[in-house]
Antibody, heavy 119, light 107 residues
């Protein structure tokens, strides 16, 4: 079955760039919307944005100036970059798939990866 | 941006109880609402979409209702595995947003 796996550094220094990759296994990245969602420790969920397999994107305005998403269909991967990070960016970062070719709600999630921003 | 407010924020209940969680949107979102269950250390799991459609594999004890601004998630008879945090999420407009969560604890 299709699985998602986040990967990337677990520790990032303040003012630097957070970079994560999500690998899609057991299925194709094509024809789906792929989102990043984060959850600060002990808090709720925040949608960061999506990237369609074709490369089109939509970002949350709260993060838009600092976020870049990209997709590599040949590797079945998509990526997230958040620049100029602060401690407020410390969170578990999830990648997730939009249901049935739409970006409405999320039927498949990665296990999540904790990123801590600290010097 | 659409704000979703869940109530209560936390709830203590017993196995076998019927439980209702409410999600109120700051503006009308038709039926563009999903519900998720999250257990500690795990990603959210989709339970309900389109306000009232049960995701495949989810027990029939879960149900959702509502449209416009007011929505409910009901668990008809709590099972031990149902103790978790529940989130609503709207997909009527961007940015997608979640409620703050309702933590369901064992009484």
């Amino acid at each position: 079955q299709v699985q998602l796996q986040e990967s990337g550094p677990g520790l990032v220094k303040p003012s630097e760039t957070l970079s994560l990759t999500c690998t899609v296994s057991g299925g194709s990245i094509s024809s789906y919307y792929w989102s990043w969602i984060r959850q600060p420790p002990g808090k709720g969920l925040e949608w960061i944005g999506y990237i369609y397999y074709s490369g089109s994107t939509n970002y949350n305005p709260s993060l838009k100036s600092r976020v870049t998403m990209s997709v590599d269909t040949s590797k079945n991967q998509f990526s997230l970059k958040v620049n100029s990070v602060t401690s407020a960016d410390t969170a578990v970062y999830y990648c997730a798939r939009g249901r049935a070719g739409e970006d409405w709600y999320f039927d498949l999630w990665g296990r999540g990866t904790l990123v801590t921003v600290s010097s | 941006a659409i704000q979703l407010t869940q109530s209560p924020s936390s709830l203590s209940a017993s196995v076998g109880d019927r439980v209702t969680i409410t999600c109120r949107a700051s503006q009308g979102i038709s039926s563009a609402l999903a519900w998720y269950q999250q257990k500690p250390g795990k990603p959210p799991k989709l339970l309900i979409y389109d306000a009232s459609s049960l995701e495949s594999g989810v027990p029939t004890g879960f149900s959702g209702s509502g449209s416009g601004t007011d929505f409910t998630l009901t668990i008809s008879s709590l099972q031990p595995e149902d103790f978790a945090t529940y989130y609503c999420q709207q997909f009527n407009s961007y940015p997608r947003s979640f409620g703050q969560g309702t933590k369901l604890e064992i009484k």
